[in-house]
């Protein structure tokens, strides 16, 4: 396997790990270059066990043991090992989850092909925070949720961060960039869907007393921090949903009222599978 150890940081080869802290420099860097990045070496394993391909890694020797079995799954893939303080100087942060790896970015789906085999959908509007996001996907993955379709505007699934908080659920979770918002919205209720918004607006039906789980096929419509939703996007909607509060409580995080909606609208068939497997 291609090992190569470094001694400069500025070998050209390292060009996808350079300044991997300038938010606005790798937004608009990785998808147009078709990479993104995975740090640790957990969720490097989730990528690759997604069917995603590494274009190079780059670790401390320290964790060449744990990796050896990956590397040598990729023989002419190179994998550049440097000191830590040099890994530092190349990415711009402290390297301390085993390692990172360039990614092939993996084709767009359909949002057709995504909807066809789905009952459980999140659309998610205009959410920019990666920390959020990665938080729903984690919740998505572990809650049921068989696709997250996303506003043009909203943050990058695929960005370090929201790929880091979600423990590589993105990798799990299909998921669509839509291409016209909110005019999309209609191309999901013509798929069957009823679009249910989280919202705090005159007219919601408390969460608790929404029959979710007899949906046949149920959207999750989820606004953006602090904002929420759209106008143009509740209008998309059949029906608002709000989670009562207690204590003087206004509202939840999002990444957090997505978790519970996602499990009080869970499809039954579903959550009897889990009932049995922990049986």
Known sequence: MPVIDLDTVDDHRLGDYRNLTDVQLRLAREPAEGL????????????????HTP???????????DLEDVLARFPTVPAFVAPESTLEAITGFHLHRGAL???HRPAP?????????????AVIEDMVDHTNLGA????AAALGID???????????LYRRAVRVSMGSVFQVPWVRLGSWPADLATVRDAGFTVAALALVPGAVALGTFPGREQERLALLLGTEGDGLSDAALAGADVALTIPMHGGVDSLNV???????????????????????VV
């Open 36 to 51: 993104y990045i995975a740090e640790s070496s957990k969720v490097l394993r989730r990528a690759l066990d997604a069917g």
């Open 55 to 65: 274009r190079s890694f780059l670790l401390a020797p320290k964790w060449l043991p």
């Open 101 to 103: 790896a360039a990614m």
């Open 109 to 121: 789906l359909p949002l057709e092909d995504v909807l066809a085999g789905a009952r459980r959908v």
């Open 136 to 139: 729903v996907f984690r919740s």
């Open 147 to 157: 696709a997250v379709l996303l506003s043009p505007r909203s943050a990058d699934p």
């Open 255 to 277: 990444a957090a009222a997505a978790a519970v909606a996602f499990w009080e609208c869970r499809y039954e068939d579903a959550a009897a599978a889990v009932v049995d497997a």
